[in-house]
């Protein structure tokens, strides 16, 4: 009886804004305890059936190892508190991998132990270190045992690039920095770097730069090209391409994707004591008044058959992987061929956003042209034997379009698959090219105090069992 008095004096306002007030409560509280929402950093494989990833959980940074449905943590997560925010994961070579993050430099590790929290060697910023924290990606050279780190950074200005020389391992032997007045570089803004069969090592600049593309040879040399010394067709190089055993290839020639084309640089062994020749093939056209006309008006497929503004490029044992934002293309040394994942003739409101290569299959992943362009719209992957396009069924995972989907090799025949969301937690899958059926994986946090993740009990971790969701096989 009390307690109704003393309710019926407050004001009905004033009651209305407490049962809001505890209804907000409430639902805050209900949100904040979602302890199993994991959001992915990064991924990379460190073995075959070894995945590590990088998450955030809780607004902390874990390493984890997922192995044949066993999740195990790298290390103690104390060790992190050193490391700072994660940005990026890079596979240098078998027996090493480098953490880079935010601001703290980038830090290397040995793959095959991953108890040891204390890292092989830092790479601080700081003077006659790394030049800047804003690191956008690092490019490991091995060539007649000299082994290098080169790192680019992601300054709007651009802040050239760092060579890290090693020795006796992994100790540092020397910092090196490669700017415009240190070095030959035409530009500190550098988008960039890939390392040759012959150990040469390439640099290609930003689109506002048009400066082409650079080559620093093993004994210093530099060497720049252009249009008026080369095949290339315009002064923006987009991507760097060179083979090597990676490929499956023996490895002779570097590739050029540009906006006006396909270039390639041929190594011919020279006779006797002569040095190697170097032969260059222009597939495409140079650049015309009237071909960026015809581009502009979105005719440009009209003036020339050539495979023009490729945003990617691939090489395999056999064929040459490109993409443009309206298809991809297949090239075997003599002819091209192209292929749109639409048999209307377009790609309607969509565009190739990149691709990949796995078993036989390119990975195409595209994404809307309009309202949601930083989400992927699908996946298809394309049967290059078949010239058949299989549609990649992703509303089984979530009904909102996933910001990227990442598919890394787990073992023969597998990939171990994430879908990062936007506004909830990753999902994680395998994809088997075997039957090509796309299967959940269940991973979720035991308990907040040491953060160790298990997959889910009910979740049966083989990514042959039943239970997968189908994809849609067919042209489209």
């Not at 092989?120 to 804003?134: C, S």
Request: hydrophobic share 35%; with cysteine.
């Amino acid at each position: 009886m009390l307690i109704k008095k003393i309710i019926k004096r407050i004001p009905s306002l004033f009651r209305e804004g407490i049962l809001l007030f505890c209804i907000g409560a409430i639902i805050c509280s209900y949100c904040s305890c979602d302890t199993s929402k994991l959001t992915l950093i990064d991924l990379l494989q460190l073995e075959d059936g070894q995945i590590l990833l990088a998450v955030n959980h809780q607004n902390k940074n874990h390493l984890i190892v997922y192995r044949d449905g066993i999740i195990e943590t790298w290390g103690k997560p104390s060790f992190l508190e050193d490391v700072g925010q994660i940005k990026k994961l890079t596979k240098l070579n078998d027996s090493m991998f480098a953490v880079i993050t935010e601001k703290n430099g980038i830090f290397l590790y040995p793959i095959k132990n991953n108890t040891d929290t204390n890292p092989v060697i830092h790479l601080p910023v700081e003077d006659d270190a790394l030049a800047d924290k804003n690191i956008r990606a690092v490019y490991f050279y091995n060539y007649n045992n000299v082994r290098k780190l080169y790192v680019i950074y992601g300054t709007p200005k651009g802040s050239g690039a760092t060579e890290v020389l090693f020795k006796n391992g992994w100790a540092t032997d020397h910092y090196a920095t490669l700017d415009i007045t240190s070095s030959e570089l035409r530009s500190n803004n550098l988008i960039q770097i890939e390392i040759d069969m012959k150990g040469n090592t390439w640099f290609n600049y930003s689109r506002k730069e048009e400066k082409g593309v650079s080559r620093l040879s093993p004994k210093g040399e530099w060497v720049h090209f252009d249009r008026n010394n080369s095949e290339l067709p315009d002064k923006f190089v987009r991507y760097l391409r060179s083979e090597g055993p990676d490929d499956g290839v023996a490895g002779d020639n570097v590739w050029f994707a540009s906006v006006s084309g396909l270039t390639r640089l041929e190594y011919k062994p020279g006779q006797k004591d002569e040095e190697d020749r170097e032969k260059w093939k222009l597939y495409g056209e140079r650049e015309t008044t009237g071909g960026i006309i015809a581009r502009a008006m979105g005719i440009r497929e009209l003036v020339s058959d050539a495979v023009l503004d490729l945003i990617d490029l691939h090489v395999t044992d056999k064929l040459l992987l490109m993409a443009n934002t309206t298809g991809v293309y297949t090239f075997n040394g003599r002819s091209i061929n192209r292929f749109i994942p639409d048999t209307s003739g377009g790609l309607n409101e969509t565009q190739v956003k990149d691709i990949n290569y796995r078993d036989g299959y390119v990975i195409v992943k595209t994404r809307p042209l309009a309202k949601q362009n930083q989400y992927v719209d699908s996946v298809c992957l394309l049967d290059i034997k078949k010239r058949k396009w299989i549609k990649v069924k992703l509303w089984d995972f979530d009904k909102n379009y996933p910001r990227n989907i990442y598919f890394i090799p787990y073992k023969k025949g597998i990939d171990f698959v994430a879908l990062d969301y936007m506004n909830s937690a990753t999902k994680f899958a395998f994809f088997d090219y075997e039957t090509l059926k796309l299967k959940k994986i269940e991973i979720t946090v035991t308990t907040p105090e040491d953060s160790a993740l298990l997959p889910d009990e009910k979740t049966n971790d083989d990514p042959k069992s039943e239970g997968s969701a189908p994809v849609d096989q067919g042209d489209q």
